[in-house]
């Protein structure tokens, strides 16, 4: 089976090289195919520059707790394709991706195939329905209006925030990103939102308004407030929830929390059973892997994937407050089409050393160029071109008491993870 499952993986990653494409078509093809299977469930859709993973991770932890089947789709995964496709926290067995994977595959021809995250999206879609489940959380890719996922018809939406990326595609200016993002909103569906910037949330604002879909904005209609000791209190339009305990690092975390508590609220309106002790179980016990996460407390280890300026500042923000920077080694593997010299001018800034690397992925970043960048604002700086080696090599060379931080992208997180289960399996 694992040469099964390893050729339908290669197969799948190699329809990498379509790059992306802009437009519902090839979904909408692939769902007639498969005998549109989104339709036999509840849908949430989640959209957003930064955090849109932990949020849908809160839902779906949320809905579990109160007794749903729950499907989660998010990308990128760590270490594992299988990552990407959970139900009720647990993700798909190796044989049912092949199954999923073998079904999409007959619905497509090979002169028109669909991209990877396509193909991905329409094998989440097909297992959710085979599993039944109740309901299914959806991340989106990247946008909005033109992802794959937006061929759902959800029940409530979530945009968590608005930052530059992917310009090449949603647009040069922050309100065309808004616009794009702002594509999932559908008619008369609720959704929640964590925009700040006024011209984007203008662009938020009018969408809701065209599509007569209930806006409900983070520090207007809905409010999150830590307390001392660590919890928090949610107040929303029609409950409030004091004294949650969360189970994801971070100040950050608190907004996200905020607002996926603002489309739970959302859905108990709409009368969907959702007991408070759900709610308050779900917050403390979600998880989700590469964000914040401590993987060794000796030495200290911390991952995160931020991948963008807007990411960096929130884990900035977080190592300043938790960590002295005199015993902080930073390893950074950042994407060439990212703004790398933005974010390593802050991380270099805030550690001993830095050590510039590149994840095994088409669009990794020169560690050299990189580094040559970095010894502007710190003069400790080696570039290691393997994630593994890098890790190896910092904590060969660790002073004691001293931590590391690694970071820049999903996929370098993923693979230290995987090299840092496997040097604990040894050990």
Known sequence: MIDSLDNHL???YRLRRFGIKLGLNPMTRLMRGLGNPHAAYACIHVAGTNGKGSIAALISC????????????????????????????????????IEAAEAV???????????????????ALYHFAKEAVDWAVLETGMGGRYDATNIIKP?????????????????TRLVDIASEKAGIIKPGVGIVTGVRQRNALAV??????????????????????????????????????????????????????????????????????????????GVKEVSWPGRLETVCKS??????????????????????A???????????????????????????????????????????????????FARKYNPNVKAIHRVADAIAFAMDTLPSGAAICITGSLYTVGEAKAYLERRHSAS
Request: charged letters at 20%; hydrophobic letters at 40%.
């Open 10 to 12: 290669q197969a799948l």
């Open 62 to 97: 949320i809905l579990s707790h109160a007794g749903y089947k729950v499907g989660l789709y998010t990308s990128p995964h760590l270490v594992r394709f299988n990552e990407r496709i959970q139900v009720n926290g647990s993700p798909i067995a190796d044989k049912e991706v």
């Open 105 to 123: 595959r007959r619905v497509y021809t090979q002169s028109d195939p669909p991209t990877f995250f396509e193909c991905a999206t329409a094998m």
């Open 155 to 171: 029940h409530v939406c979530a945009i968590s925030n608005v930052g530059m990326e992917h310009t090449e595609y949603l647009g």
């Open 204 to 281: 938020i604002e009018e969408a809701a308004g065209n599509a007569d879909a209930p806006l409900r904005r983070l520090g207007k209609e809905i409010t999150v407030r830590r307390k001392d000791n660590g919890s928090f209190d949610y107040t929303g339009p029609e409950s409030r929830w004091g004294g949650l305990t969360l189970g994801l690092s971070g100040v950050h975390q608190v907004q996200n929390a905020g607002l996926a508590l603002g489309a739970v609220e959302l859905l108990r309106e709409k009368g969907l059973p959702l007991p408070d002790q759900a709610i308050y179980a």
């Open 299 to 320: 030495p200290l280890i911390i991952l995160d994937g931020a991948h963008n300026p807007a990411a960096v500042t929130t884990l900035e923000r977080f190592l300043r």
């Open 322 to 372: 938790n960590i002295d920077p005199a015993t902080l080694t930073m390893i950074v593997g950042i994407l060439r089409d990212k703004a790398w010299k933005i974010m390593l001018q802050r991380l270099a800034a805030i550690c001993n050393r830095i050590i510039l690397t590149r994840p095994q992925y088409e669009r990794a970043g020169n560690p050299e160029e990189q580094a040559r």
